[in-house]
């Protein structure tokens, strides 16, 4: 078995401990059983053969603005921007 620490905040720690008192079992047999819980909820993912790579991008047809253009729209901001 292996032995660790944790930190915890205030109130899930003042959870834990009531929780094992009303069952009568101890604070780390409650973590261990929340562990045991939450790794049942969430199994291994299923692992791909290869890395990530995004997917493969959808033709919205051409761009219409002038080449010469394209810095100046890609700067642009407007007042929703900066809300």
């Known amino acids: 078995m292996m032995r660790t620490q944790i930190q915890l905040p205030d ?6 401990k009531r929780v094992a008192a009303e069952r009568e079992i101890s604070f780390a047999e409650v973590v261990r059983r929340g562990i045991e819980y939450i ?3 969430y199994p291994p993912r299923e692992q791909s ?4 790579s995004p997917p493969e991008p959808k ?3 051409d761009f219409l603005a002038p080449v010469e253009d394209w810095r ?3 700067d642009e901001r407007t007042n929703d921007d900066f809300r």
């Open 11 to 16: 109130e899930l720690y003042r959870e834990a």
């Open 39 to 41: 790794t049942r909820v």
């Open 49 to 52: 053969g290869g890395s990530w």
């Open 59 to 61: 033709h919205l047809g």
């Open 72 to 74: 100046l729209l890609a």
